[in-house]
């Protein structure tokens, strides 16, 4: 990693500038620098070295998801905001914004699809990431980053159950293999600044599927507003339960 926490602070220190200022020395004398993730301390790696670019690493079997994510294809922050992410994290508690934000997911994963648990247990897997303390992230992206954390279950009239997921494509020019196997890392910095990326819902096959209509759906504000604006029903239903759960595991 490029970057690292000086634990018990929200600063954030680059490598550059822990050789220039800091030093090997300093973490002798009680510096203790953390993964901004999972908080494991970090260690420097070629620090003096001519050949390779020197980084912070995590310790040898160390429980990272950014380390050890076999199927993850979220890059790493290049770069990390931990007060905004923890601005954004509070911003969760909200119950009229953690209600927009379950009938967002629901909408796409379709009534019935979702359970309350299951959705907590995104926002979960997106704190493990500390997916908000990407420098630059905005509320808006939350729900389309959430959906690509897990698979899903549904069931079809008959009773059958089936299993489906999404998956963030740069484009649409390739509607075949590439919607279950992304080439390459998605980093969330550039969803950020650019349009073009689209949220796929596919079957477990990587088969297209239909509905809601407009499959594969742009990431863009438009669409968060458009699957999050009626929340008249999650706010009344489960928006203290929400508040209560997202509380609960902070
Ligand atoms: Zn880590």
Redesign the pocket.
Known sequence: ?YEALIEGTSKIITIDTFKRRYGEKSLENGLKLV??????E?HTYALVSLKREPRFH?HPN?S????DGKNNYLAAPNSWDIENGKRIRTALEDKEFISKLYCFCLKLCMSGNLPVDKFIGLVKKADKRNLWSHAGFEEWVIGFLLLVLDDFEGTTREKQKYIFRFSLQKGINRLDESFTKPNSKIEIEDIMEREGYFLAKVFDSGDIMQYPEGNPYPVSRINWQRFSKDYDWTFNNHGAKLVQKIKEFK
């Not at 993964?35 to 494991?40: E, F």
């Not at 990272?64 to 380390?67: E, H, I, K, L, P």
């Open positions: 990693m993964c901004p993730a999972c908080k494991s970090l995590h160390t990272c998801v950014y380390t």
